[in-house]
């Protein structure tokens, strides 16, 4: 195995959604797992590779169902929104998004997707960098994932080749009938596509959307085992608290789960402050939205957060020099 030491797993708000829909009670599975629910709140929490895989041991047992890594893979909200997922769903066939998901799980994490592109096959396999071990439940719910995915991408029933798995669960009959082949005894969690299937067109298939999520999920490859500043927290958090309006100090101390005084000390001692990131934020975000899209100022204007649609028009005028409309045609004549 690898001698790089393990990164941490980030566990979120979504392991609310993701246990609230299998029935479980969250503070019954991370006390089962010796881990506090508090984890979750805010911005949620990193945790080593033994309490994550102790998380998955008390799911599996909790539930007492052998079929539950079908729910888990299946589990499917607008509210578990990820750019790498978006981006995989984005792609033209399967193996260009496990390509992408591979190379994203294989730098920010501990998990790896291997993919195996061959003449006749495509093998996708899924492991832990530092361990042989992986927890049934994660490692079937993993195939399940894969499999659902390409299936919804191209709304076609594909069936897998050859399904490998490291220790066969109860239900195997279960997760044979889903798949659509028996599960095989192996030393990894493994899926294998005919070239056809892997190949197979995505409906979902979207360029503009990837060049989108791309630049995204390059800084987030390029941050990679270098735990983020708070201040890249902070403008993550932005992201996703603008277009609702909240764009208060408070609101992003309360996302992120820390007091006020404490994220703008902290801020502070990163070299940054609360307001310039706030206005960088919104700078690179209307840069984006103006290049690659046909939405008004005054659409931009709301989706930064803006009260006033002047107010972007000012901004705008202090980091470029320029109106939004003549930034625009210049940036699309230029370009």
Not at 55 to 76: M, Q, T
Not at 182 to 189: C, D, N, T, V
């Given at each position: 195995m690898p001698n790089q030491r393990p990164k941490p797993v980030h566990v979120g708000s979504a392991?609310?959604?993701?246990?609230?829909?299998?029935?479980?009670?969250?503070?019954?599975?991370?006390?089962?797992?010796?881990?506090?629910?508090?984890?979750?709140?805010?911005?949620?929490?990193?945790?080593?590779?033994?309490?994550?895989?102790?998380?998955?041991?008390?799911?599996?047992?909790?539930?007492?169902?052998?079929?539950?890594?079908?729910?888990?893979?299946?589990?499917?909200?607008?509210?578990?929104?990820?750019?790498?997922?978006?981006?995989?769903?984005?792609?033209?066939?399967?193996?260009?998004?496990?390509?992408?998901?591979?190379?994203?799980?294989?730098?920010v994490g501990s998990f790896s997707l291997d993919v195996d592109i061959g003449a006749d096959t495509t093998t996708i396999g899924y492991r832990c960098k530092h361990r042989p071990d992986i927890p049934m439940l994660l490692g079937l719910g993993e195939l399940v994932f894969l499999v659902a995915f390409m299936r919804r991408a191209t709304r076609h029933e594909i069936k897998p080749l050859r399904i490998t798995v490291q220790r066969l669960p109860e239900a195997?009959?279960?997760?044979?009938?889903?798949?659509?082949?028996?599960?095989?005894?192996?030393?990894?969690?493994?899926?294998?596509?005919?070239?056809?299937?892997?190949?197979?067109?995505?409906?979902?298939?979207?360029?503009?959307?990837?060049?989108?999520?791309?630049?995204?999920?390059?800084?987030?490859?390029?941050?990679?085992?270098?735990?983020?500043?708070?201040?890249?927290?902070?403008?993550?958090?932005?992201?996703?608290?603008?277009?609702?309006?909240?764009?208060?100090?408070?609101?992003?101390?309360?996302?992120?789960?820390?007091?006020?005084?404490t994220l703008q000390r902290r801020l502070a001692a990163e070299g940054t402050t609360w307001l310039a990131i706030l206005n960088h934020t919104r700078e690179r975000l209307a840069r984006h939205y103006l290049l690659t899209s046909n939405m008004s100022p005054v659409e931009v204007s709301f989706l930064l957060g803006f009260e006033d649609p002047n107010s972007l028009f000012r901004a705008f005028q202090r980091w470029t020099g320029t109106t939004p409309e003549s930034w625009r045609a210049d940036a699309k004549t230029t370009g």
């Open positions: 392991w609310r959604l993701i246990l609230r829909d299998l029935g479980l009670d969250e503070t019954v599975i991370f006390r089962r797992a010796g881990l506090s629910p508090r984890l979750l709140d805010g911005a949620g929490s990193h945790i080593s590779i033994e309490s994550f895989y102790a998380l998955y041991g008390a799911i599996e047992a909790e539930s007492g169902d052998s079929s539950i890594a079908l729910k888990v893979g299946n589990i499917v909200s607008i509210e578990l929104f990820d750019p790498a997922l978006f981006a995989a769903l984005c792609s033209p066939d399967m193996n260009t998004a496990s390509t992408r998901l591979g190379q994203f799980k294989r730098l195997a009959d279960a997760y044979a009938e889903f798949f659509g082949t028996p599960l095989q005894s192996g030393s990894a969690y493994t899926i294998t596509l005919a070239a056809k299937d892997a190949s197979r067109p995505f409906l979902t298939h979207n360029v503009r959307m990837w060049e989108a999520f791309e630049p995204t999920l390059r800084r987030r490859m390029d941050e990679a085992g270098e735990q983020a500043l708070l201040s890249q927290r902070v403008q993550e958090a932005l992201f996703e608290l603008l277009p609702s309006g909240r764009t208060q100090l408070k609101d992003v101390a309360k996302e992120l789960g820390i007091g006020t005084r």
